[in-house]
């Protein structure tokens, strides 16, 4: 008699169990979704309606399909009352991790999502980030359980919720030069009008929409807070729906008008002011592509990816790439990408030095990033260097990470005399204890198997292709 295969048993994901209609569960690599009666109501309706299948053919949508009841797995004994299979999100980022652009284009694909609704009697009650990520850097939303029939009348409920997470933390950034990354990081459910009136230059305030949605929303905020009873009068209130379409239309302009303030980065012009020659440069470029072209990594991050130069190159080999430096503005610089590589490179934002942690309620709910590892492939190049020099972290210690973050690993070594270390090290008062290529490549054994290593030309720095053992 031949064995099955055991289906894995479903896994609840922690971040779903605020959605009253329903619940996501991973079966191994499969994502579903477990409604209830309300929930099967408002997608029937949704998917007779047209709207469903228009959203996903234009991607706005994560593509859903109706899972046929012989094909369901069990879950703790209940029945739901309709199971949906969702397309598996490549990785999954949040909007603390996004640099500005990425959180611009989704407030704008939240909004042109929403006025479509409009148009096909449909809502949508949430506006939290957390229901859009990224394929690549095109923004799609993944929350079906969001859409409801739309009462003529009804005030959106999603209107507060909106501001706070994704419109006043890029007033933030394009009006006072503050990144949102760190705020919301902090505080999962976005900014306040309240908190952002603090920070806001008084001329910025005058602004007709930041006076609008900022100053006067934190000013009613205050009105209201404590008097339940008016809470109630203004949420009960007729709402015209062209106020609705005007309000979209206007949020829309202001969103659209929002630019990153031009500033300086320290190491966006890295790649142009590296102190490579050119030989060197073309010796690791072409490192890099072939070891990758050997392994054909599914899903490759690239640590320390500056403005992009080799996530782009991984790109060949690789099925999906997450390109991730705390350089905010180096990072932006990839969204504007326009060639087949658009949608399989998401560029995040994120200081390696202190990385995105577990959070959330039960410090579940949102995953840090060692939960989404490990990487089948990672660069660590132009990397080590600037954890154990800038960071004071030994290199022993580096290398433990990697480790545990990547399977496979191409790492480049750079030594303290080179003019980049010299660099980092001008910021020191003393010199690294155990920084040298000895221990580097004791460490590297400790955990990896060398495949190959190349010196670079014309230089001390050295490639190594690793692999896990």
Known sequence: MIAQPVSPRPARDPGSFRDPAGAVF???????????????????????????ESLIGRGSLVPTRVLPASEVPPVDGSKPALVLEHDRVPFISYAYEWPFELLRSAALQYLDTMRTSLDSGFILKDATSFNTQFFGARPTMIDISSFEPYVPGRPWA????FCRMFLNPLVLQSKAGIPFQRWLRSSIEGITPAELTRVLPFRRKLRRAVFTHVVLQAWLGRKLEGNPQSVKIAADGEFDPRTLRRLIDQLERTIGDLKRPVDASVWSDYE?????????????????????????PKLLWDLGSNSGQYSAIAARASNYVVAIDGDELAVGGLTHRDDADHDRILPL???????????????????????RG????????ALV???????????????????????????????????????????RFDRPVGYDVATFEHSLTQHFAVERREQLPNSDRALYAVTER
Not at 158 to 161: A, I, K, L, N, P
Not at 374 to 381: G, M, Q, S
Request: charge should be negative.
């Open 26 to 52: 991973h079966v191994g690599h499969r994502v579903l979704r477990y409604l209830n009666t309300q929930g099967a109501d408002d997608f029937t309706a949704l998917a007779d309606s047209g709207l469903l």
């Open 374 to 381: 490990p990487a089948d492939a990672a660069l660590a190049l």
């Open 158 to 161: 999603g209107y507060s919720q």
């Open 349 to 371: 934002v994120m200081d390696l030095g202190n990385p995105s942690p577990d959070q959330g309620w039960g410090g579940v709910e949102r995953h840090g990033l060692s939960a």
């Open 272 to 296: 142009v002011d590296c102190h490579y020659e050119a030989t060197a440069t073309s010796h690791k470029e072409q490192f890099v592509d072939e070891v990758l072209a050997g392994w054909r």
């Open 385 to 427: 260097h600037h954890l154990s020099i800038s960071g004071h972290v030994p290199l022993p210690s580096v290398v433990e990470w990697l480790a545990r973050h990547a399977r496979r690993a191409i790492v480049e070594f750079v030594p303290l005399d080179d003019p980049m270390a010299q660099r980092l090290l001008s910021a």
